[in-house]
């Protein structure tokens, strides 16, 4: 399976970008989606995360809020909506699928996402 991340770009401070992230197979089904950004000089760190069925929806305090996640499960995409974004949220944002419990820890993500470049400018 293959995830596909796209809709970075750049915006000013207070903008707004969707990030799509689709798998390669209709038919993949996972536990949880993640997002994921990586700032220069900086770990990676978790943004977001959803599950494959039901409403529970989490997200990381530096973005509770501002950003959205949300899915199509008949298209199997995944939707990050980031509004009144900051300089801070710069970065390369990652999709990454898991199959297990523990959405907030990196390592435990089978799936990537090759990242899309989202910049904010002040």
């Known amino acids: 399976v293959q995830l596909q991340a796209s809709g970075g770009g750049s915006v000013q401070t207070g903008g707004s970008l969707r990030l799509s992230c689709a798998a390669s197979?209709?038919?993949?089904?996972?536990?949880?989606m993640g997002w994921f950004r990586q700032a220069p000089g900086k770990e990676r760190e978790f943004v977001s995360a959803?599950?494959?069925?039901?409403?529970?929806?989490y997200y990381a305090n530096a973005v509770r809020g501002r950003f959205t996640v949300s899915r199509d499960n008949a298209k199997n995409t995944v939707y990050l909506r980031m509004n009144s974004l900051k300089p801070d949220d710069t970065g390369v944002y990652y999709c990454?699928?898991?199959?297990?419990?523990?959405?907030?820890?990196?390592?435990?993500?089978?799936?990537w996402g090759q990242g899309t470049q989202v910049t904010v400018s002040s």
């Open positions: 990454a699928a898991l199959i297990g419990t523990q959405y907030y820890t990196e390592s435990k993500y089978t799936y």
């Open positions: 959803i599950k494959w069925r039901g409403s529970p929806t």
């Open positions: 197979e209709r038919t993949f089904t996972y536990d949880y």
